[in-house]
C-alpha cells in the first residue's frame, strides 16, 4: 500500500495553479498577439508593394507596345461620354498576365449593358473576375461591387463586378488645388488622362517625379478614417481629388488639420495601412508616402508637367 506522502506526491494540480497557468498562457499570448498581427500587416503590406510594382511595370511593358502609356479610360463614340469607357486597368490585362480574359472583352463598346452599344454577356463576366493584382490584402471588404446606382437602369444585384484597390488620379479637383495655392492647377495635369496618348515626353518634371497609380482601397464601400460608413463609392478605377471632405469634413480626425490621405475612399488617396498610403511612380518605382505629408507634396507627384519638385516624401 502506498503511503500518505506517495499519495500527496501524486496528485494533481490545484485550482489555483492551474488558474495561474491559464493565466501565464494569456498574458502570453497578449504579448505575442499585437506581434503576429503586425507580421501580418507587414507581409501584407509588401504584397500591396508588390501588386503596384506589376501593374507600374504592365505599364511600362504597354508602353514599349504602343509608344504610349494607358489611357485612364477611352469613352467609346456614339455614347454618353459621361457614362461610358473602359479604363487604364483594362488596358493593361495583357500585360498581367491576363491575356485570355482581355480578348473576351469587346473593347471598341461600353461596358453599360443598358446603353446605345450593348455588349456581351462575356464582358460582363469578364468584369466579374477577381484579379489578385488589384487588390491589396489588407483591404477587408470583399473585392465585388454591386453597380445598381451606378449604371443608370440597372437594378440592384444584376451586375456585380470585381473592384480594384489602385487607381490613377488623372489630377486634382479645384477645391483641393486651392487648399494648395491660388497658383496650383486643377483638372487633368497627371500622366494618365482620358482620351490622351501620354508619353515619357510629356512627363517635363521627371518619372521619378510623377505618380502612375495611388491606392484607392475599399470600393464600392465608402470608408472615412478606417470607418466603413453609409452609402455607396465608384468601382475606384480612377480618382480626381475632389475634395469636397477637406472643405467641410477635414476636422474628422480631431486634430483640426487638414486630412490628405487615409481621410476618405471617396475619389481620395485611401490605404488600410496604418500612417500612410503606397503610390507607384513613374519610374517603376513604389513608395509608402506618409499620412502627414504636405498638400503641395501630393499635388507635385500627381502633376507630369508643372515644375514642380516634390521634394522628401518616403
Known amino acids: 500500500m502506498r503511503t500518505q506522502l506517495e499519495r500527496s506526491r501524486s496528485r494533481g494540480f490545484t485550482l489555483i495553479e492551474l488558474l495561474v497557468v491559464i493565466a ?30 506589376q501593374l507600374a511595370l504592365a505599364a511600362h511593358n504597354y508602353y514599349d507596345s504602343h509608344s504610349c502609356f494607358p489611357p ?42 443598358n446603353l446605345p452599344a450593348p455588349v456581351s454577356p462575356l464582358d460582363i463576366r469578364a468584369g466579374e473576375q477577381q484579379i489578385s493584382t ?6 477587408p471588404g470583399t473585392g465585388m461591387g454591386d453597380y445598381e446606382g451606378q449604371i443608370p437602369g440597372i437594378p440592384e444585384g444584376v451586375v456585380v463586378l470585381a473592384t480594384t484597390d489602385y487607381a490613377v488620379l488623372d489630377g ?11 497658383d496650383t492647377p486643377s483638372g487633368e495635369t497627371g500622366l494618365i488622362r482620358f482620351n490622351r496618348a501620354m508619353r515619357f515626353r510629356d512627363a517635363t518634371d521627371g518619372t521619378s517625379n510623377t505618380a502612375l497609380l495611388w491606392e484607392d482601397a475599399g470600393r464600392m464601400d465608402v470608408w472615412e478614417l478606417g470607418k466603413k460608413v453609409a452609402g455607396e463609392n465608384s468601382s475606384g478605377a ?16 480631431g486634430s483640426g488639420g487638414r ?6 475612399n471617396e475619389d481620395e488617396i485611401y490605404s488600410f495601412h ?41
Not at 486630412?259 to 476618405?264: F, G, M, V
Open 24 to 53: 501565464i498562457i494569456a498574458i502570453l499570448i497578449a504579448l505575442l498577439l499585437p506581434a503576429v498581427q503586425q507580421a501580418r500587416e507587414a507581409a501584407r503590406r509588401t504584397q500591396c508593394k508588390n501588386n503596384l510594382k
Open 72 to 113: 485612364a479610360g477611352i469613352h467609346t463614340v456614339d455614347i454618353d461620354p459621361t457614362l461610358a469607357w473602359h479604363s487604364f486597368h483594362t488596358y493593361i490585362l495583357p500585360y498581367i498576365e491576363q491575356g485570355n480574359l482581355y480578348e473576351t472583352i469587346a473593347i471598341d463598346q461600353t461596358i453599360y449593358a
Open 134 to 139: 488589384f487588390r491589396c490584402p489588407s483591404e
Open 172 to 182: 486634382l479637383g479645384t477645391a483641393f488645388a486651392a487648399l494648395i495655392s491660388p
Open 238 to 253: 480612377w480618382m480626381d481629388m475632389q475634395t469636397e471632405f477637406y472643405i467641410h469634413g477635414s476636422n474628422l480626425d
Open 259 to 264: 486630412c490628405a490621405i487615409n481621410c476618405t
Open 274 to 314: 496604418t500612417g500612410g498610403a503606397q503610390v507607384a511612380i513613374a519610374d517603376g518605382s513604389v513608395h509608402f508616402i506618409s499620412s502627414s505629408v504636405d498638400f503641395g507634396v501630393i499635388a507635385a507627384y500627381v502633376s507630369a508637367a508643372g515644375g514642380e519638385i516634390p521634394g522628401a516624401a518616403f
